[in-house]
């Protein structure tokens, strides 16, 4: 017996000696897998999805007239496809907020709902500015709307982007601005709000595009989203032009730090969400984060398009659309934002029942179990329906798409590229079955092989008959 096999066999010695009630409910994952369909809206930019205490998600964003704000509401995410969408205001027929209506975002601050939105002005389209609606009713979607005016910043110059969040029980500002005395299109900045719509203090500035991936086209740092989690802070932001060399840079500091000193942020060397020819995605940014229906999964909410080429200036092109996919965080804490998937079904991970720090992945197209998988997409599988046999399914590689688990002929698991033969499409085909080891949880009985289903065996992926404890343990995953 293998070293894995003898920690395997006293890993179930050990919780049924120690644990009164079943392991299973140790195992089972704090953030279980969450299921939606891409693309969830058409032709909406800049997209935010914000859910509120009366359990319904209100969703807002750039429409592509850029001529108006409009708000759909949704007890689901996926409803938001679906759910009628409204005008809340429009652009002014003379003067300020009367051109390029950009990046609405909707929140709710004592007891008031507020949107911020960036506009132009009809006699110069460019002088974009920052402004605020404000709403005392209860449903934003149909209540009245007033306009309290451009948030005043030191500069008067190009401004947009405008998001708020607190840490600590202090509200913030961030936004992106360009600064006449050097030579960028946008940085991002923040400061302390002394009321939703007026600044108190003097704003820090936290990035500057100085990294190749954030000057392609345009030196860019724009679209700041905020997430918290496990005491620190991330922000977010877009970089490049906003074409496919569009992206997401990240910035973290400590909930703990003086947020507005700049050098309590660190910056990340590389983009942490960019355009992926595998999956057909194409320039994702302007993200913003939102949470599951059961408030226990964070959900990346982000904007791209579905092809590369465009003709002429993108901000004229319409097809930027919604999308959302779980975002999962790395064992450091830190988040990890994976790839833009593929149109259809968002994947899930499978972490393993007896070893659930480890995940299946695929590594040289050979599936195993491994933990802190940070290329998190070689972890991912999207459910679809079997290439074979009624009732089954097949699990296809989230950045492989075409690419399906299966069994080989001397029974390993690989990923590999379906030939569409009648022969590979039995072997990629499996029933899902109630967990072996936890009904909570999922085990697959292959098609082509009855009774004998995916196990690991020395982290390695293989199909099996399974009927001691320890294979029917190797052989339970639970979806996350």
């Given at each position: 017996m293998t070293r894995n096999r003898l920690l395997a066999v006293g890993a179930a010695v050990l919780a049924t000696t120690l644990l009164p009630v079943s392991p299973a409910g140790a195992a089972t994952p704090a953030s279980p897998a969450v299921s939606y369909s891409n693309t969830l809206i058409e032709k909406r930019a800049d997209a935010q999805i914000y859910k509120h205490t009366d359990g319904f998600y209100y969703f807002t964003a750039t429409a592509p007239e850029y001529d108006r704000i409009i708000l759909r509401r949704s007890a689901t995410i996926q409803g938001l496809a679906t759910a009628p969408e409204t005008?809340?205001?429009?652009?002014?027929?003379?003067?300020?907020?009367?051109?390029?209506?950009?990046?609405?975002?909707?929140?709710?601050?004592?007891?008031?709902?507020?949107?911020?939105?960036?506009?132009?002005?009809?006699?110069?389209?460019?002088?974009?500015?920052?402004?605020?609606?404000?709403?005392?009713?209860?449903?934003?979607?149909?209540?009245?709307?007033?306009?309290?005016?451009?948030?005043?910043?030191?500069?008067?110059?190009?401004?947009?982007?405008?998001?708020?969040?607190?840490?600590?029980?202090?509200?913030?500002?961030?936004?992106a601005q360009q600064d006449p005395a050097i030579a960028t299109n946008s940085n991002v900045y923040l400061a302390k709000l002394s009321n939703p719509w007026t600044l108190a203090g003097t704003p820090v500035r936290l990035t500057v595009p100085t990294l190749s991936w954030e000057t392609v086209g345009y030196k860019v740092n724009e679209g700041p989203a905020v997430i918290?989690?496990?005491?620190?802070?991330?922000?977010?932001?877009?970089?490049?032009?906003?074409?496919?060399?569009?992206?997401?840079?990240?910035?973290?500091?400590?909930?703990?730090?003086?947020?507005?000193?700049?050098?309590?942020?660190?910056?990340?060397?590389?983009?942490?969400?960019?355009?992926?020819?595998?999956?057909?995605?194409?320039?994702?940014?302007?993200?913003?984060?939102?949470?599951?229906?059961?408030?226990?999964?964070?959900?990346?909410?982000?904007?791209?398009?579905?092809?590369?080429?465009?003709?002429?200036?993108?901000?004229?092109?319409?097809?930027?659309?919604?999308?959302?996919?779980?975002?999962?965080?790395?064992?450091?804490?830190?988040?990890?934002?994976?790839?833009?998937?593929?149109?259809?079904?968002?994947?899930k991970r499978l972490s393993s029942y007896n070893f659930p720090d480890r995940y299946i992945r695929h590594w040289e197209y050979r599936a195993r179990l491994d933990a802190d998988v940070t290329n998190l997409?070689?972890?991912?599988?999207?459910?679809?329906?079997?290439?074979?046999?009624?009732?089954?399914?097949?699990?296809?590689?989230?950045?492989?798409?075409?690419?399906?688990?299966?069994?080989?002929?001397?029974?390993?698991?690989?990923?590999?590229?379906?030939?569409?033969?009648?022969?590979?499409?039995?072997?990629?085909?499996?029933?899902?079955?109630?967990?072996?080891?936890d009904s909570a949880a999922v085990s697959y009985e292959s098609y082509s092989l009855p009774g004998q289903y995916v196990r690991h065996y020395d982290y390695l992926l293989r199909v099996e008959v399974v009927t001691t404890t320890v294979g029917k343990a190797d052989a339970t995953f639970y979806q996350q």
């Open positions: 005008v809340i205001w429009t652009k002014h027929a003379a003067g300020a907020m009367g051109a390029h209506i950009w990046a609405p975002e909707i929140h709710f601050i004592d007891g008031r709902w507020y949107v911020y939105f960036a506009a132009g002005s009809t006699t110069d389209i460019w002088k974009i500015r920052m402004y605020v609606l404000e709403s005392s009713d209860a449903n934003p979607v149909t209540g009245s709307w007033t306009e309290k005016g451009q948030i005043a910043t030191p500069m008067d110059s190009f401004a947009l982007d405008a998001t708020t969040f607190t840490v600590n029980g202090t509200r913030y500002l961030s936004w918290q989690h496990g005491g620190k802070v991330f922000l977010s932001y877009s970089a490049s032009a906003t074409d496919s060399n569009y992206c997401l840079g990240l910035l973290s500091a400590s909930a703990s730090a003086d947020l507005l000193d700049p050098a309590a942020w660190s910056k990340s060397p590389t983009p942490v969400f960019k355009s992926n020819a595998n999956t057909g995605q194409y320039g994702p940014g302007h993200n913003q984060f939102t949470v599951s229906e059961d408030g226990r999964s964070d959900i990346l909410v982000y904007h791209d398009r579905g092809y590369q080429a465009i003709n002429g200036d993108p901000l004229n092109d319409p097809n930027r659309r919604t999308r959302v996919q779980k975002l999962y965080w790395n064992a450091d804490g830190t988040p990890n934002f994976g790839i833009p998937m593929p149109d259809g079904t968002t994947p997409a070689d972890s991912q599988f999207r459910t679809v329906p079997g290439l074979s046999g009624s009732g089954t399914v097949s699990l296809e590689s989230a950045n492989f798409p075409g690419y399906y688990l299966r069994s080989r002929p001397n029974g390993e698991v690989w990923v590999d590229k379906s030939d569409g033969s009648t022969a590979f499409e039995d072997s990629a085909s499996f029933f899902q079955r109630s967990g072996l080891a």
